[in-house]
């Protein structure tokens, strides 16, 4: 009677661990902000405080992430990770916008415009998804510019972004 027990204890267990590894088998590896991240902390993370969402897979996400990379890589940077990428890409591109983010210290009374168009709170994503590869021009413009032209008030500053991105 022992070793029945034994046994289908053994069987249960076995069967259970094999029922795991396949609802695991098709999971992707998740990185937040340049960090790798549990599936539960990624459910857990507000959809509002999500920026941008980029997925990774083939043989450069396997070759970064190992093998549980083969059913890719979802990478997501939340909003205040992505605009401080965007505004160390920026800086380092235009000493002017350093010297103007420097100036007041953060970007928070700045209109930024992406061809053309103007970054609001709920349309962050034209900004955000600014990357080396996307970015090609940035010009600063007065407040009286902002205002003439896009019809803008109360801006120190208009950072005008010029971006391959649509």
Known sequence: MKKARILLCSLLLTTLGALAQN???DVPVYVIDSVLATPAL???LPPDQIGLITIAHGQKAILKYGSQA???VIYVETKPFARKRVRRLLSA???AYDSLLRRHGSDSSFQYIVNDTPVTPTDETRLMTLDKKTFVSLEIVSPKVLEERYHIKNRQAGVL???TEK
């Open 23 to 25: 609802e695991g088998e």
């Open 42 to 44: 990624m459910e857990n």
């Open 161 to 163: 972004i010029v971006s």
């Open 93 to 95: 591109a235009v000493p």
């Open 70 to 72: 083969a059913n890719g």
